[in-house]
């Protein structure tokens, strides 16, 4: 007879907040993964600043200031969108499948839930089936994003 496993050693989390920070991660995935980045570019007409008191004795360089940041943030975006698609290769088939096609796809905003689980499984499964796997999901990456939140823990 096989030993039955005991999950007492992993918290309860608060299961409305913890989705809403996993929805929040995985949305902003989505924006950082399918829209372009506007890269800032260097004005070429002079500006002047009234200094009262003199100059500030700081040295500004708007064209390395706009090129830093556009390297900066561009990848930002592409480690935060490599780390969510690291955690998510991480889940199990069926919590990945979900995952993938409910929120990581390109017209996330657009597909339901119900179509998810009536369409894009083969065979389809019960709506109770797909909240079941949704939640283990994500109970799995708000520990592996480091978003969960715990039972009690202050808003």
């Not at 969108?81 to 991480?90: G, I």
């Not at 179509?115 to 909240?131: A, C, D, G, L, M």
Request: glycine fraction near 4%; charged fraction near 35%.
């Amino acid at each position: 007879m096989g030993k039955q496993l005991s999950f007492d050693f992993l918290p309860e989390l608060d299961r409305r907040r913890t989705q809403k920070a996993v929805e929040e991660a995985l949305e902003k995935y989505r924006i950082y993964k399918y829209l372009t980045f506007e890269e800032r570019e260097a004005t070429i007409t002079a500006s002047y600043e009234l200094r009262e008191g003199g100059s500030s004795g700081r040295i500004s360089d708007q064209t390395a200031s706009i090129a830093t940041h556009n390297v900066d943030a561009r990848e930002y975006r592409k480690r935060y969108c490599e780390r969510v698609e690291r955690a998510v290769s991480k889940l199990p088939p069926m919590e990945r499948f979900l995952i993938k096609e409910r929120y990581l796809c390109e017209d996330a905003d657009y597909i339901t839930d119900v179509h998810v689980y009536s369409f894009k499984f083969q065979p389809p499964i019960s709506e109770r089936k797909y909240t079941k796997i949704r939640w283990k999901a994500f109970y799995k990456l708000a520990f592996i994003l480091d978003i969960a939140v715990e039972k009690g823990m202050e808003e």
